[in-house]
């Protein structure tokens, strides 16, 4: 079982750039997260999908963060366009209804 | 919006110590608990699941007091390899799925 793979695991952009970042759940697993974490705000759920289906956005800041999940082995989160205070940790994570969460090793954004 | 509270710590303890964490959290409907380990600049791990008669794993005790809404950890004999941060986290249900919020987090370092 290769886990959750999340990529990149570093980036580094400029602000006003597109950032897309990217999540391989694990296979049978219907649920996937992404969270961000911050020394301020410490992990938050940005968005959950449930079969594919979005279920809750209620957590994304604002318009120029985007989540898609065109299948069940895939997912992006889009920042368009990114500012420095997007530089965080994103985190990705899936689990079934059996199982707990597994998280991914996130990808460390630097926005400058 | 519901949440989860730790002191940040950090908790500075020799080796072979006992150390507690204690944890509240403001939503009465709250159904699972859980304490994750997250390693410095890893992603967070589950350590255990917390239930309400109390739960031990080796030198790890959970307990719940669902009157009193808080969730605690005791680490006995504390190791160099317990240094971590320890979240606790909280499980809310719905529409089908469940998410999981987390506390930000109490830094432990154990020292020589």
């Known amino acids: 079982d290769a886990g959750v793979i999340q990529s990149p695991r570093h980036e580094v952009t400029e602000m006003g750039q597109e950032v897309t970042l990217r999540c391989k759940p694990i296979?049978?697993?219907?649920?996937l997260f992404w969270y961000r974490q911050t020394m301020m705000r410490g992990l938050e759920l940005l968005i959950y999908?449930?079969?594919?289906?979005?279920?809750?956005d209620s957590g994304m800041p604002e318009d120029r963060f985007s989540a898609k999940m065109p299948n069940a082995s895939f997912s992006t989160l889009k920042i368009q366009p990114s500012e420095p205070r997007d530089s965080a940790v994103y985190f990705c994570?899936?689990?079934?209804?059996?199982?707990?969460?597994?998280f991914g090793s996130g990808t460390r954004l630097t926005v400058v | 919006r519901k949440e989860v509270e730790q002191d940040p710590g950090p908790f500075n303890v020799p080796e072979g110590a006992t150390v507690a964490f204690n944890c509240t959290y403001s939503?009465?409907?709250?159904?699972?608990f859980f304490w994750y380990r997250q390693d410095c600049r890893k992603e967070p791990k589950l350590l255990m699941s917390?239930?309400?008669s109390g739960n031990e794993d080796g030198r790890f005790t959970a307990q719940l007091n669902r009157a009193s809404q808080y969730i605690s950890l005791l680490i006995r004999d504390s190791k160099l390899s317990d240094s971590a941060t320890y979240l606790c986290?909280?499980?809310?249900?719905?529409?089908?799925?469940?998410?999981?919020?987390f506390g930000k987090g109490t830094k432990l370092s154990v020292i020589p």
């Open positions: 994570a899936s689990s079934s209804t059996a199982s707990g969460y597994t």
């Open positions: 296979s049978g697993h219907n649920s």
């Open positions: 999908f449930n079969n594919n289906v979005p279920i809750d």
């Open positions: 939503n009465s409907a709250s159904q699972s």
């Open positions: 917390v239930y309400s």
């Open positions: 986290v909280v499980k809310y249900s719905g529409a089908g799925s469940y998410q999981l919020t």
